[in-house]
């Protein structure tokens, strides 16, 4: 059987404004990871006050992956790793809290204990795991993680947004390195320390449940782009031996701040890339198209899952259709 297991986190570095486009407005941001759970769990918010939407209206990857999980068998656990409010959808504990904006000298005080956690849990699982994230600003504290620990050169930084604000992003890293004091590549071999200066707490969690899983041989799949290319670079830097795989969308391969095939060879991964077919079709489709919320919650992963059980995109599509509507977004 195969399991996505989502961590689900906040940190305040997406509050920085022009940073995220997760959530329609600053004050819906934090609820983004909560409402993804619950969308993911029940196919629509239960506790969560939102729909997440980006500004222009795309809406959240969850309506994706949700939309495969009605085509085929997908069991779902979601870890608290790190939220902010709170979830209906049921959760596991490890530790986590809400990241602190990584422009602070320590903005995931919990990074070593929640990894470790989360190691503990990876052992546990017998089934074949995809793992994914939702937090908003994801792709700004995966980039601290892959300077801290000089491996920027691998891997580049996408987006949420249409146009990457790479430029914001760097200069908050940098902001982020002299407040903890760390020079670009100063954790090379120290990835907990990486995390906890310069991530977030999703990344401490999926880092440990991937070494964990790794050590009793269990097939992991990363679900998504830069955040989970920054994990792939945390467990590598941890040791982490074994067979490990990115699935993604072909958005992010099409990106060309992002260079995948230079992570598959930096951090041994096979690569997998599917593409939905999105067209003009429909106006769940517009913001993916005009290069809005390229990954999240698994939707690359979900997308291979649905592609290697024979689900016909076109049927996929008809889901998420399907999902969109009956959310109203």
Not at 64 to 81: F, G, K, N
Not at 211 to 239: I, S
Not at 300 to 316: E, K, S, Y
Request: proline share 7%.
């Amino acid at each position: 059987m195969t399991r996505l297991v989502l961590a689900a986190g906040t940190t305040e570095t997406a509050a920085i404004d022009g940073v995220s486009a997760a959530g329609a407005n600053d004050d819906l941001l934090v609820h983004t990871p909560s409402a993804d759970a619950e969308i993911l769990e029940y196919g629509h918010p239960v506790r969560a006050p939102v729909t997440p939407v980006s500004p222009s209206g795309c809406p959240t990857p969850a309506v994706v992956t949700r939309a495969v999980r009605e085509q085929i068998p997908l069991p779902v656990t979601v870890v608290d790793a790190g939220l902010s409010e709170p979830t209906a959808a049921g959760t596991v504990t490890v530790g986590a809290t809400p990241g602190r904006d990584i422009r602070e000298d320590e903005p995931v005080p919990t990074a070593y204990g929640a990894w470790e956690a989360a190691r503990q849990f990876g052992r546990a699982l017998d089934d074949d795991l995809v793992l994914a994230e939702t937090i908003p600003g994801g792709t700004t504290t995966a980039l601290g993680v892959l300077t801290a620990l000089g491996e920027t050169d691998a891997t580049g930084v996408s987006s949420s947004l249409r146009s990457n604000p790479l430029d914001l992003k760097q200069r908050v890293v940098e902001e982020g390195l002299a407040a903890s004091d760390l020079a670009p590549g100063a954790c090379d071999g120290q990835p907990k320390r990486a995390v906890r200066r310069m991530g977030d707490p999703t990344g401490s969690v999926l880092a440990g449940l991937t070494v964990g899983a790794l050590e009793t041989e269990t097939p992991v799949t990363l679900a998504g782009g830069t955040q989970l290319l920054a994990v792939a670079a945390l467990v590598r830097h941890a040791g982490g031996a074994g067979r490990l795989s990115l699935a993604t969308t072909s958005f992010i391969d099409a990106d060309p701040n992002v260079d995948l095939d230079a992570a598959a060879e930096r951090f041994a991964l096979d690569v997998m890339v599917t593409d939905p077919g999105f067209d003009d079709s429909h106006v769940a489709f517009e913001g993916y198209l005009a290069g809005e919320a390229k990954e999240g919650v698994g939707m690359g992963g979900a997308l291979a899952l649905a592609d290697a059980a024979g689900v016909p995109m076109a049927d996929v599509r008809d889901g998420i259709v399907d999902v969109y509507e009956r959310l109203s977004v």
